[in-house]
């Protein structure tokens, strides 16, 4: 069965400003706050969502639902999201649409080499944005009826899914620190730190990722990584 026959029988979408209505996106995502992110910008479109935050979960999330349209994020802790972009882009493909996301834009290339339809940069918070990198890749006959508003409505992460993706953080420094896990830690602090507009921890983030890539020592990196990362949990109001 290709592509055309297996959505062929789909019923379209919502219209007006509800145009993702009749979705179910499956958002593989481990920052909190950008998965809020995308719980709101469902919520405004009109789909349902579901959540996995590892490459592990999502495996097994989908062995018992078929979401509409998948979202991957493409530096998980146990992998890169490419793996799982390229598994359900293969020949018995049965989702409509995937998309790529991450706070680096580097990795756009290899999400679109995987085989995603499309890329979602971080902080997403356009309705109108993420709406459009869906409804651009649905198949014609899944597309709303009549006219479409669009709106430049942006929706606001709630800043506690900050304090979350913080306590993350300090699980991972805790449990270890080898290369692996030191460079999902510098590729994760950096996106959420980026989507918060928390300058100083994105610049701890990059110099991380820099020095780990150089070889040079990690011991300073790390110990000014969870000097912020306890100063963010200490705060009564992150940021």
Known sequence: ????????SATRLGSGRRPLLGLTILVVEDSRYACE???????????RIRRADSLKSARRH????RPSVVIIDMGLPDGSGAELIEALSGASRQVAVILGISGDENTESAALAAGADGFLPKPIVSVAAFQNAILNNMPPERQPIGPRPITDEAVEPDILAFR?????????????????????????????????GDSSLATAATRLAETRESGGPLAVETAVIADLVQERLQRKIAI
């Not at 069965?1 to 062929?8: N, T």
């Not at 989908?62 to 639902?65: D, F, I």
């Open 1 to 8: 069965m290709d592509d055309s026959d297996l959505f062929a």
């Open 37 to 47: 992110a995308m719980r709101l910008l469902c919520l405004r479109s009109g789909a």
């Open 62 to 65: 989908l062995q018992v639902y």
């Open 164 to 196: 979350d993706d913080m306590a993350h953080a300090a699980e991972v420094l805790d449990e270890a620190r080898d290369e692996k896990t030191l460079d999902y830690l510098a590729q994760f602090l950096g996106s959420v730190a980026r989507s918060v």
